[in-house]
């Protein structure tokens, strides 16, 4: 493992990027990262840091803090470990740089940028003044395939066009929300006969935890589909994690898919969800207690008369994140089975 900084100098709401165009051999090549490079023999990190910074800037760091820990993978390249550094005074002129052009952005314009994907996530932690932390990232074909923060695996999502197809962009979950990049989600709705002619729906009442909707009255299960994996194998999967509830592939009934956009916020943070949904119906004739819900994730069971459910969203009685466009689909696809 090679040792390396990496700086992101401030300058009231912009931080100074390098563009990594000069150089034919650059595992960043025409991306823009901040300043740094390798240790030299001897060095300490904060040595390192300050001559970097004098050679590739010509600016002398007065103030800098170190943020965290960055392992970064990629395919068949040498191993680094990055010291991530913030730095907020500085003397000196600003000179060109034999690595490429530097130029101050603005914090909000990062994301149009050619970045690291992962570098989006460290991004968010220095926003929002993490504590000092360890980020493991992983790349295969500069895909991210994997993110780690303080031991805890982060959730990738494959972004996706219009029609739900991966376009090969990866983003870790919390992004993909407040950027509003579309993702797959799947869908089970639970559901048994009820009285003169109709049917009930499971719904499940979401954590106060839960980053989105907390509270809400929601699918029966539902969730995100990690980067690499499919609709069905993610539907299966929530509902032994979400209701400890095991069945074989064809007892779920594909219903269609469905494309949802919202855009609120939720503890303060921006929540823009564009969801490309897998929805898949399951007919099941037990009762809330036959189920063990995960806790972390939901509160409560409960089965609600169809039309009950559809009226009390109309006439906005339920607290929910429900879609009557999903509950029409699920009540056509019942009437044919």
């Known amino acids: 493992m090679k040792l390396t900084t990496l700086c992101y100098i401030e300058n009231e709401d912009s931080y100074l990027m390098l563009h ?8 960043n090549k025409d991306k823009w990262i901040g300043i740094g490079g390798h240790f030299e023999s001897g060095e300490s990190p904060e040595e390192c840091l300050l001559r970097e910074a004098l050679e590739e800037t010509g600016l002398t760091l007065t103030s800098y803090q170190f943020r965290g820990i960055v392992t970064f993978l990629c395919d068949n390249l040498t191993d680094y470990y990055m010291c991530l550094y913030t730095a907020d005074g500085y003397t000196g002129t600003l000179k060109d740089c034999p690595e490429g052009t530097l130029e101050w952005i603005k914090k909000d314009q990062l994301p149009q940028l050619e970045l690291w994907e992962g570098d989006l996530i460290f ?19 500069n895909v991210l395939t994997e993110a780690v923060l303080n031991g805890k695996p982060l959730e990738l999502l494959d972004i996706v066009d219009t029609q739900g197809r991966p376009t090969g962009r990866v983003r870790e979950r919390s992004l993909a929300h407040r950027y509003g990049s579309r993702h797959r989600s799947a869908h089970v709705w ?3 006969p009820g009285t003169e002619n109709n049917f009930e729906v ?10 989105g909707y907390p509270g809400c009255l929601d699918v029966s299960s539902a969730g995100h589909i990690p980067a690499g994996c499919g609709y069905l194998e993610s539907a299966l999967r929530e509902l032994e994690e979400e209701l400890s509830l095991t069945v074989a592939p064809e007892e779920l009934v594909f219903v269609g898919f469905r494309e949802a ?71 056509d696809c019942y009437q044919k089975l």
């Open 261 to 331: 956009a919202s855009h609120t916020s939720f503890h303060g943070k921006p929540f823009h969800d564009l969801e490309y949904t897998a929805v898949y119906l399951l007919e099941w004739m037990e009762d809330t207690s036959a189920l063990s819900f995960q806790k972390e994730e939901i509160d409560a069971l409960l089965w609600m008369d169809y039309h009950s459910c559809v009226k009390g969203i109309q006439n906005g009685n339920l607290n929910h994140c429900l879609f009557l466009e999903e509950l029409k689909m699920v009540e």
């Open 123 to 141: 991004f968010q932690l220095l926003e929002e003044k993490a504590p000092f932390f360890s980020l493991k990232l992983q790349y295969k074909n």
């Open 202 to 211: 499971l719904l499940q009442k979401r954590s106060l935890d839960k980053d």
């Open 20 to 27: 990594r165009i000069k150089k034919e051999k650059d595992i």
């Open 190 to 192: 639970l559901v048994r």
